[in-house]
């Protein structure tokens, strides 16, 4: 029996009886020793990533096995080790799963899993990633956010004044909003709830949602799913997407130059640009861009606004709570991109367009009991460097 965990979009079991074995490594250390061992001990695995809520199953291969972990509310957690002797059936059973071909293992191969965890529910899609190492090939799979009803923007836990000036942003007809944060941060869900606000306040339109893969359907947009090894990259599903005319576009990753540059271009060509991009925190994000080689005049128009956000476990157990930053646009801030960005100048406008800090409502969070003080620690300490 599965239990809701707020927001954020996951479930967790309750404990298992007694007569289940009580962590996942004494469940695949009573597996039997025949060539099945790989079957079941993939389903133990994937099984275990849904019982805690994880965006990510990793197994990293070392000198004496492998290890499998977690990545649950961004934090990596072991789960069990692999010997030596079966971790090669147990990456040949994930290979099967993900239609890959077995015997190729000098190479880096990508494919997806219709994984079914309970009798009678539809298969959930998930993506497989197999990466040649020094001992052998690592594995990730990644799992989307769970088909729950998704909170609103307003229920996300915002401080009033945060939340306020990103709807405002977010009511322009064109530009684009920037989100950051490590992976299983809950980026996602609050780029669903942009989505749904977003619905909302335009009473319809054309939406479109370029992911890898997609996370939720939607009813109200056309959702395209990146195929690298089909053709259809980031670069050319959002080109493709672009000559829809869509009203507003959700980019689900730019990782590269051309992606992030035509994402901006969309931006100040009529649309509202929602995506995500790897730097760490709200003031990093147009340091990020201009260092990937976005030209200053580009970022300088198109940008709206910079979020970051970090996810942490309840302090009370069941359900998880979001601390957020953000930086929006000024006049002054425009002019600081637009002369390249230099370091001070930069710096000095985005203090003055800041709006919250992931540390001070971490340590608000943790003032008032909702998380533990230990979790948001590390924040204020990655604030002081």
Same mark, same amino acid.
């Given at each position: 029996? +599965?239990?809701?965990?707020?927001?954020?979009?996951?479930?967790?079991?309750?404990?298992?009886?007694? #007569?289940?074995? !009580?962590?996942?490594?004494?469940?695949?250390?009573?597996?039997?020793? %025949?060539?099945?061992?790989?079957?079941?001990?993939?389903?133990?695995?994937? !099984?275990?990533?849904?019982?805690?809520?994880?965006?990510?199953?990793?197994?990293?291969?070392? $000198?004496?096995?492998? /290890?499998? #972990?977690?990545?649950? %509310?961004?934090?990596?957690?072991?789960?069990?080790?692999?010997?030596? +002797?079966?971790?090669q059936l147990l990456l040949a059973r994930f290979k099967v799963l993900a239609r890959v071909p077995a015997h190729v293992r000098e190479e880096a191969q990508e494919g997806g899993i219709a994984w079914q965890p309970l009798a009678g529910e539809p298969p959930r899609r998930l993506r497989a990633s197999f990466l040649p190492g020094l001992h052998g090939?690592?594995?990730?799979?990644?799992?989307?956010?769970?088909?729950?009803?998704?909170?609103?923007?307003?229920?996300?836990?915002?401080?009033?004044?945060?939340?306020?000036?990103?709807?405002?942003?977010?009511? $322009?007809?064109?530009? !684009?909003?920037?989100?950051?944060?490590?992976?299983?941060?809950?980026?996602?869900?609050?780029?669903?709830?942009?989505?749904?606000?977003?619905?909302?306040?335009?009473?319809? &339109?054309?939406?479109?949602?370029?992911?890898?893969?997609?996370? $939720? /359907?939607?009813?109200?947009?056309?959702?395209?799913?990146?195929?690298?090894?089909?053709?259809?990259?980031? /670069?050319?599903?959002? $080109?493709?997407?672009?000559?829809?005319?869509?009203?507003?576009? *959700?980019?689900?990753?730019?990782? %590269?130059?051309?992606?992030?540059?035509?994402? *901006?271009?969309?931006?100040?060509?009529?649309?509202?640009?929602?995506?995500?991009?790897?730097? &760490?925190?709200?003031?990093?994000?147009?340091?990020? *861009?201009?260092?990937?080689?976005?030209?200053?005049?580009? *970022? +300088?128009? #198109?940008?709206? !606004?910079?979020?970051?956000?970090?996810?942490?476990?309840?302090?009370?157990?069941?359900?998880?709570?979001?601390?957020?930053?953000?930086?929006?646009?000024?006049?002054?801030?425009?002019?600081?991109?637009?002369?390249?960005?230099?370091?001070?100048?930069?710096? #000095?406008?985005?203090?003055?367009?800041?709006?919250?800090?992931?540390? /001070?409502?971490?340590?608000?969070?943790? %003032? +008032?009991?909702?998380?533990?003080?230990?979790?948001?620690?590390?924040?204020?300490?990655?604030?002081?460097?």
């Open positions: 029996m +599965a239990i809701r965990l707020g927001a954020w979009g996951n479930t967790r079991s309750e404990t298992p009886p007694k #007569a289940v074995p !009580a962590t996942i490594q004494e469940a695949l250390d009573q597996l039997g020793h %025949d060539d099945d061992w790989g079957v079941f001990a993939a389903d133990l695995l994937l !099984a275990e990533a849904e019982r805690l809520g994880a965006s990510d199953l990793f197994l990293r291969q070392s $000198r004496g096995g492998a /290890e499998a #972990a977690c990545l649950v %509310d961004g934090h990596r957690l072991a789960v069990a080790c692999i010997p030596e +002797a079966r971790r090939e690592d594995l990730a799979v990644r799992f989307p956010a769970r088909d729950l009803a998704r909170p609103r923007l307003a229920e996300l836990g915002m401080a009033p004044e945060l939340l306020a000036r990103l709807q405002r942003s977010c009511a $322009r007809r064109e530009g !684009a909003v920037l989100l950051t944060g490590p992976a299983g941060s809950g980026k996602t869900t609050t780029l669903y709830a942009l989505l749904d606000y977003l619905n909302d306040i335009r009473g319809g &339109g054309s939406f479109l949602t370029v992911e890898d893969p997609v996370e $939720r /359907e939607l009813a109200y947009a056309t959702q395209v799913t990146v195929r690298e090894e089909r053709g259809l990259g980031w /670069e050319a599903a959002l $080109r493709a997407a672009l000559r829809h005319a869509p009203d507003v576009i *959700l980019v689900g990753e730019s990782r %590269d130059r051309v992606t992030a540059r035509t994402a *901006l271009q969309a931006g100040v060509t009529g649309h509202l640009v929602l995506t995500t991009l790897h730097a &760490g925190r709200a003031e990093r994000v147009a340091h990020r *861009l201009l260092a990937m080689g976005v030209e200053p005049y580009l *970022l +300088a128009s #198109a940008f709206e !606004a910079s979020m970051a956000q970090r996810l942490f476990p309840r302090a009370d157990g069941p359900g998880r709570v979001a601390v957020f930053e953000g930086i929006f646009a000024s006049e002054a801030l425009r002019t600081a991109i637009l002369r390249g960005g230099a370091e001070e100048s930069l710096a #000095a406008r985005m203090a003055e367009a800041r709006i919250g800090d992931l540390a /001070e409502d971490a340590r608000r969070l943790a %003032d +008032a009991g909702t998380i533990a003080r230990a979790d948001a620690e590390p924040l204020a300490e990655e604030a002081a460097r």
